[in-house]
């Protein structure tokens, strides 16, 4: 708009992401006045107050939202027109690729796609994306982030599993052992996610999440608890711990 000058003589202010955001007040009343059943807090927290993942997210919590199939309800539709249509082939792959990150750095993209990054991430800011950018960081909407996640599975499907791994791998060199366990063994990489398990369990036992230490067990498999003692002594302890006798007494049987 040419407005350069009145920015300088500080006669034009700016209104940024945070201060349109929702809060949970807001959030709450928004739902009242549409009559939707979701729960504020939860759907504050899903999509960071962001006016439109809001409006969205209620219409989904609606038995007429609900009968949609996932990824072909309004808010996925709405992205796609509003926000994907008009990007180039180059900022449109790059952005996919960018959702399997938690937070977004000039580093991560590095790690993640090999390219330009200080160019693909200043590119990036300048999208005006669903998101919280921040000097060096872009944090995507949860709904905005997830529905990407779903672009990238359908349109770029033999990546979607090789950047996992490299997001998974890049969390354990972290220290993220909980979060790399659960990228990597949720893209089916469980024999990669071992170690990161291994470290990650005993957290998880001090905090009584029974439930996850049992589910990773399972998914790592018997060859790797039975290589590893600390692990099958996390499983039977998990088992117990969560009074599950009967699992125990078949684990007891199989060995």
Known sequence: LGLEREVLADQVGGVFDHELAFTPDETSALLRARGSPAEAGAMHRATGGWAAGLVFDALRASPRGAALPPGE??????????????????HRDLLLRSSVLDQV?????RALVDADC?????????LHLPAVTEPGVIRYHPRFREFLRHRLAVELPGEARDLALRHGRMLAREGFHEEAADTLIGAGHATTAVASVEAA?????????????????REIGEDALAANGALRGAQVRALLLGRRQEE????????
């Not at 808010?75 to 926000?83: D, I, M, N, Q, R």
């Not at 125990?248 to 060995?255: D, H, I, K, S, T």
Request: hydrophobic share 45%.
């Open 201 to 217: 369990t005993p957290l998880l036992i001090r905090r009584g999440d029974w439930d996850k230490v049992v589910h990773w067990c």
């Open 105 to 109: 750095t000039p580093d991560a993209l």
């Open 248 to 255: 125990v007494e078949a684990l007891v049987q199989r060995m």
């Open 73 to 90: 309800d309004a808010l996925y539709a709405y992205l796609g027109s509003e926000v994907l249509r008009d990007l180039s082939d180059a």
């Open 118 to 126: 200080a160019a693909g991430f200043d590119a990036l800011c300048r």
